[in-house]
């Protein structure tokens, strides 16, 4: 069993900048794929960025050139630093765990990310 805790969502102005974290407790296997997604009011969850344990990253268009995923396989951390956020980018932030070998998938419960205009 995976255990994520997302951190690091706030109220940012347009043009800021905010980190999340993402911390995963239990066994996570080198295998596994992490990723954040976000689900704006009234819209479907989509992938934001994903990274495998070799450092092979995916941007979904919307954020490509402004965030960037990254991952510590010792800690079993997942970052995503969001900068020049724009009122688009707000959403519930969660944090995945792909496990392809299982096809199961684990979420955190999100952290929230609000842009002003």
């Known amino acids: 069993q995976v255990q994520l805790v997302e951190s690091g969502g706030g109220l940012v102005q347009a043009g800021g900048s905010l980190r999340l974290s993402c911390a995963a407790s239990?066994?996570?296997?080198?295998?596994?794929?992490m990723a954040w997604y976000r689900q704006a009011p009234g819209k479907q969850r989509e992938m934001v960025a994903r990274?495998?344990?070799?450092?092979?990253?995916y941007y979904s268009d919307s954020v490509k050139g402004r965030f960037t995923i990254s991952r510590d396989n010792a800690k079993n951390w997942v970052y995503l630093q969001m900068n020049s956020l724009k009122p688009e980018d707000t959403a519930r932030y969660y944090c995945?765990?792909?496990?392809?070998?299982?096809?199961?998938?684990?979420w955190g419960q999100g952290t929230q990310v609000t842009v002003s205009s």
């Open positions: 995945n765990v792909n496990r392809v070998i299982s096809a199961q998938n684990y």
């Open positions: 990274i495998t344990s070799a450092g092979n990253m």
């Open positions: 239990g066994r996570i296997l080198s295998v596994d794929v």
